[in-house]
């Protein structure tokens, strides 16, 4: 079935350095992709998304990718500071008549000091 | 986590018990979503509500019941519970056909 994925499940990264999570996903169809935030106890936060006619979209110190050839979304954090440690969720959607979106598994980011 | 907010936090039921979740949102969206977030899963689609009618029951257990009475509310109704069905519930809000969802902070269900 159609699926989104991530390939990471921890990324441990320094202080300071840049981090890049990435996503997989199957569904072709997909025009619009998500990523979300989720600090521990508490819900998912937004952080950045883009539409499938764009490649790259910007941030304050965040980047989203997306290689729609090889169906693949990443997220680019600058600068990682330790309020990033969080999980990280990528969406996607798509038009069926309705817009639902579809979650991958997370990846946790963990920034040392 | 301002604009959507969940009540109670925590809750522990047993499995005869009978309790129900809140859900209200502040931002003038007028399409609510309850989602089921466990250990290893994804977060998984329970419900969807547009303009209070429910436009998606993604094959939930009739054991959880859900109620929209107007935009800015919505209930999760739980009787008979297994525990399995411990997880955090989130709610979510947005406007319908529009993608990004606003997210509560959740309520942590433990089922005895």
């Known amino acids: 079935g159609e699926s989104v994925g991530l390939h990471l499940p921890t990324l441990s990264v320094q202080e300071g350095d840049n981090s890049i999570i990435n996503c997989a996903y199957s569904?072709?169809?997909?025009?619009?992709f998500i990523w979300y935030k989720q600090e521990s106890g508490k819900g998912p936060q937004f952080i950045i998304d883009?539409?499938?006619?764009?490649d790259k979209r910007q941030g304050q110190r965040v980047t989203v990718l997306l290689n729609k050839t090889v169906k693949h979304l990443s997220l680019q954090i600058a600068a990682t500071q330790p309020g990033d440690s969080a999980v990280y969720f990528c969406a996607e959607s798509w038009d069926t008549g309705r817009r639902a979106l579809t979650f991958g598994s997370g990846t946790r980011l963990q920034v040392q000091p | 986590e301002t604009g959507v907010t969940q009540t109670p936090r925590h809750l522990v039921m047993g499995m005869t018990n009978k309790k129900s979740l809140k859900c209200e949102q502040h931002l003038g969206h007028n399409a609510m979503y309850w989602y089921k977030q466990s250990a290893k899963k994804p977060l998984e689609l329970m419900f969807v509500?547009?303009?209070?009618?429910?436009?998606e029951n993604n094959s939930v257990p009739s054991r959880f019941s859900p109620e929209c009475p107007n935009s800015s509310h919505l209930f999760l109704h739980l009787h008979t519970l297994q525990p399995e069905d411990s997880a955090l519930y989130l709610c979510a809000s947005s406007f319908p056909g529009l993608d990004e969802q606003f997210f509560g902070p959740g309520t942590r269900l433990t089922v005895l």
């Open positions: 509500y547009s303009l209070e009618e429910r436009v």
């Open positions: 569904n072709s169809a997909s025009d619009y």
């Open positions: 883009i539409r499938s006619n764009m």
